[in-house]
C-alpha cells in the first residue's frame, strides 16, 4: 500500500471504511443467491426458471462418465448461446464438444439405456457436434451455430430424458 494511501485509511479510521464495506458484502452474499433462485418449485424438485450454470452448478452426475462428461460441455456452451447469445464459449470448445460427443457415443451405455431410440440420438448428437465444431471452425455466421448448437442439444435431451442411469447400475 502506498504510504498516502495508508496514512489516508489509518486516518479515517477503521469504522470509516469498514462498515460500508462489510454492508456491501453482506449484500452481494445475501442478494445474488436469492436473484439466482427465480420461481417457484416444480414436480421433479427443480426451480422453476433456475439456470444451475449461471450459479456454477451443475445437475447431479448419472454415473456414465462419457454422458457426464459431454453434459459438462453442452451445458457451458448451450447456455450462454440460447440465453445471452454468448457465442465466445462455444467457439472456444466446439472441438472439446465433439471430442466429448464422439467419446460418448462410442461409449457402452449402461443397462436402461441401451436401446435403438438412444443409440440413434447419441450417434445424431455426435454428428451435430461434428458440424458445430466444423462451422465454428470456417468462422461461420453466429445464426447458424445457435442453430446448430440447439439441435445438438434438442437430440441430447431425447437421450437425457429416456435415460436416467443409476450410479450402481452404470458401467
Known sequence: MSKTVSRTVSQMGRSHWMKPL???LVGVFVAVPLSAQGGAK???G???GMEHSKM???EPATGWKELDAFHTILAATWHPVS???DFAPIKAKAGD???AAHKWAASTAPKGCDTPKIKSAMTDVAAGSQRVALLVDKNTDDAS???ELGAVHEKFEVVEMSCKPR???AK
Do not use: H, R
Request: hydrophobic share 40%; glycine share 12%; charged share 40%.
Open 22 to 24: 462489510i454492508a456491501g
Open 42 to 44: 416444480k414436480a421433479d
Open 46 to 48: 427443480k426451480m422453476e
Open 56 to 58: 456454477g452448478m451443475q
Open 83 to 85: 440465453g445471452k447469445n
Open 97 to 99: 464438444l465433439a471430442t
Open 145 to 147: 451455430i445457435k442453430k
Open 167 to 169: 450410479k450402481d447400475v
